[in-house]
């Protein structure tokens, strides 16, 4: 049981990179605009999905971006790139995934395919008449569902875009002991409580941000991470995201050879290390590389005027 609570307290420290928040089990979609004012709700199947819209003042954008937080994470990501993608042209979504930030806390499948799934749904939705194709943008985590998204819908993806992401090459199921263990209900009832009580604090936050972007974050950022993570039903989320992460579609990384693809790694990550995107870059023909030298593992929170510039160039070139 020590060993399962210092890997899972490796896994948080390790793969942090922002946090959520919970209607438990509730089927009551909340009001718009009660989190933030462009605060949009909408239910995907068993999966209420916290999103934002932020539009150009035009009546004909130049295109549109979905953004996607990485582990533990929420729009709040985002806070330093919506506005410059939305003054530049852009439609801009935002959206928490299934688990996490303020989506419900359902027991689902969360895989890469099945949240890409899902999310292709919450689109389908929005886009009703509009066949502008999208630029799909996922940190951390959220890369690995990006990937997804554009794999198993060419068609309607435009671009996509991975911060030091947990990409696969070949994705596949996760297994391993940890994995097992948290199905069973005992360990799993004790590995939620540990979290409870010993990791969802705001030292350890601070704490685990201070490895995520190279110095100590302000007071402000803490607690508007900490404020999610408090709402029940986040602990047993994160410990299920483990247990119920079956592909519903197998998947392989070379099948967008041909695809607009951009890669953006701050250089000094010590929680998806370089060589990811580096191996990501030779799987995938044609893909762009971009290192920002002295960045860690959230370029857009930390370094966001040259992320803004990198992915602007980007996004611009294939306006052309």
């Known amino acids: 049981m020590k060993k399962l609570v210092l890997v899972l307290s490796g896994l948080w420290l390790l793969s942090i990179s922002a946090f959520p928040f919970s209607f438990h089990q509730e089927d009551k979609i909340p009001e718009n605009g009660s989190i933030y004012p462009d605060s949009r709700f909408m239910k995907i199947d068993s999966v209420i999905l916290h999103y934002r819209v932020v539009k150009p003042d035009m009546s004909v954008y130049k295109g549109k971006v979905l953004f996607i937080h990485g582990f533990c ?52 939705q929005i886009d009703e008449h509009d066949t ?11 890369g690995g569902v990006a ?114 693809v951009l890669i953006i790694w701050g250089k000094k990550d010590r929680t998806i290390y370089l060589r990811t995107g580096k191996l990501l870059n030779k799987t995938v023909p044609g893909s762009t590389l971009k290192i920002i030298p002295e960045c860690r593992h959230s370029p857009m929170e930390t370094h966001p005027e040259k992320f803004n510039l990198i992915l602007l160039n980007f996004l611009e070139k294939n306006n052309r």
């Open 73 to 124: 994470g929420s729009t709040f990501n985002w806070r330093n790139n919506i506005d410059t993608l939305v003054a530049s042209g852009y439609k801009v979504v935002i959206v928490d995934l299934p688990g996490f930030g303020y989506s419900s806390r359902n027991l689902i499948n969360q895989s890469h395919s099945n949240r890409a799934r899902i999310l292709w749904d919450m689109l389908r």
């Open 132 to 142: 502008l194709r999208w630029n799909i943008v996922g940190h951390s985590m959220g």
């Open 147 to 260: 990937e997804a998204m554009a794999l198993m819908e060419p068609s309607r993806t435009k671009s996509l875009t991975i911060v030091d992401g947990m990409v696969f090459i070949h994705n596949h199921n996760i297994k391993g002991a940890f994995i097992t263990a948290t199905k069973m209900k005992g360990i799993n009832k004790t590995l939620v409580s540990y979290m409870k009580k010993n990791m969802i604090t705001y030292k350890n936050i601070r704490r685990a941000y201070r490895q995520v972007y190279g110095y100590p974050p302000d007071s402000n950022i803490v607690e508007n991470y900490l404020k999610p993570l408090q709402i029940p039903g986040t602990a047993e989320s994160i410990i299920n995201m483990f247990a119920y992460s079956k592909e519903i579609v197998t998947l392989d990384a070379q099948n967008l050879k041909g695809s607009d």
